[in-house]
Antibody
Framework: EVQVVESGGGLVKPGRPLRLSCTAS????????MSWFRQAPGKGLEWVGF??????????EYAASVKGRFAISRDDSKSIAYLQMNSLKIEDTAVYYC???????WGQGTLVTVSS | DIVMTQTPLSLSVTPGQSASISCRSS???????????VYWYLQRPGQSPQLLLY???SRFSGVPDRFSGSGSGTDFTLRISRVEAADVGVYYC????????FGQGTTVEIK
């Protein structure tokens, strides 16, 4: 059974960093891209970014709202994808979800609250 | 960015009746490989989004055949037959031909 589990959320002050983890199981992690999405309180879904598989260069793409501040990486040996969030802003407050490359398997999400 | 526009934004449905949600994209979602990268999600209250359909009309694992999708180019429709109480939530369309973008969401409630 495919599972993805996000972790690492919490309360953080504006301007500070935070790293989220997405631990996957049940599929050949290294063969797939991994994506991050978010949902601000009471709002719709927003794509944050993704990282391609190593076979496709392991390169990343980001939404304009986070480009230059967020970075996605992966550790295929541990089946974990990371979302490093720097220079956090109040408007980054959201539940963050990760998905596999099919966009079909979502975790339960992890809440990031940016507040002074 | 490709803009996805959903209509209606809210829908009230009698159990057992059908419902349709439309999604229009600002440019064609037909890829040169012949696939059309349109996804439909349901987010039940307090839950994560769950994938219902991909590639316009393919049902994801475990999704009942009451859910169906159609459309091409820039116009797509999700149809729910024989609506049940468990279908309540917010439905989103998403395009995957470029960097993903979502529609605004359609809230479905039961009458």
């Amino acid at each position: 059974e495919v599972q993805v589990v996000e972790s690492g959320g919490g309360l953080v002050k504006p301007g500070r960093p935070l790293r989220l983890s997405c631990t996957a199981s049940g599929f050949m992690f290294g063969d797939y891209a991994m994506s991050w999405f978010r949902q601000a309180p009471g709002k719709g879904l927003e794509w944050v970014g993704f990282i391609r598989s190593k076979a496709h260069g392991g390169t990343t793409e980001y939404a304009a709202s986070v480009k230059g501040r967020f970075a996605i990486s992966r550790d295929d040996s541990k089946s974990i994808a990371y979302l490093q969030m720097n220079s956090l802003k109040i408007e980054d407050t959201a539940v963050y979800y990760c998905t596999d490359g099919t966009y079909g398997h979502w975790g339960q999400g992890t809440l990031v609250t940016v507040s002074s | 960015d490709i803009v996805m526009t959903q209509t209606p934004l809210s829908l009230s449905v009698t159990p057992g009746q059908s419902a349709s949600i439309s999604c229009r994209s600002s440019q064609s979602l037909l890829h040169s490989d012949g696939n059309t990268f349109v996804y439909w999600y349901l987010q039940r209250p307090g839950q994560s989004p769950q994938l219902l359909l991909y590639d316009v009309s393919s049902r994801f694992s475990g999704v009942p055949d009451r859910f169906s999708g159609s459309g091409s180019g820039t116009d797509f429709t999700l149809r729910i037959s024989r609506v049940e109480a468990a279908d309540v939530g917010v439905y989103y369309c998403m395009q995957g031909i470029e960097l993903p973008t979502f529609g605004q969401g359609t809230t479905v409630e039961i009458k």
